[in-house]
């Protein structure tokens, strides 16, 4: 038995789940926040968006059915957390998807978590113009550097098809940032 599938019979079970979800949030809650950081750009933000993943994780452990790494449930679980957010906030203001995240691009410079230079803001405003899932492969491969199969399992996409998108998403980049 690998320490995963360990860690997965401990939280399904009552008596063990609050003790290994411990354990479960300090392995992945660093990876996760930067995951969730890297879509909805804010600290704050970022916050809200791993709580709700970790609630979700909690709540819905015994649907997981080991088809996938444990790691790339939760991950689909954040991805999907974090789309969801940047809807609603765009529903609610009234603003698209694109808005919200210039939005949130142009307030890293004033938010303190953010540690980033000039050069390291117009990545990100590149990125923006990215459609989301090339800005999400992007992400993955570039800041966190995941496999492709990793990525197969949580996007729930062939290997191919994020390779492509991941050529495409460097190439638009380097465009974006040679003309701006």
């Known amino acids: ?7 997965l019979a401990q939280l399904k079970s009552e008596i063990q789940k609050d003790q290994a979800f411990k354990v479960l949030l300090e392995l992945y809650k660093e990876r996760l926040y930067w ?3 890297h879509i909805v750009k804010s600290h704050d933000d970022t ?10 994780v909690y709540k819905n452990i015994n649907n997981f059915k080991g088809n996938s790494q444990l790691f790339s449930w939760m991950y689909r679980i954040a991805t999907n ?7 609603k906030k765009a529903k609610k203001l009234h603003i698209s998807n694109a808005e919200v995240q210039e939005t949130a691009i142009n307030n890293l410079k004033s938010d303190i978590y953010f540690e980033g230079n ?4 117009k990545l990100q405003q590149a990125i923006a113009t990215l ?5 999400l492969v992007f992400n993955m491969k570039y800041f966190e550097n995941l496999k492709y199969k990793d990525m197969s399992e949580i996007l729930e996409t062939s290997e191919g098809a ?19």
């Open 81 to 87: 957390e974090s789309i969801t957010f940047i809807n």
């Open 1 to 7: 038995m690998t320490d995963e599938e360990k860690l």
């Open 118 to 121: 000039d050069i390291q803001l």
């Open 162 to 180: 994020l390779k492509a998108s991941y050529h495409i998403a460097v190439k638009k980049i380097e465009t974006y940032l040679t003309n701006n």
């Open 131 to 135: 459609p989301e899932k090339q800005q």
């Open 47 to 56: 916050d809200d968006v791993l709580q709700n993943t970790f609630i979700k």
């Open 35 to 37: 995951h969730i950081r």
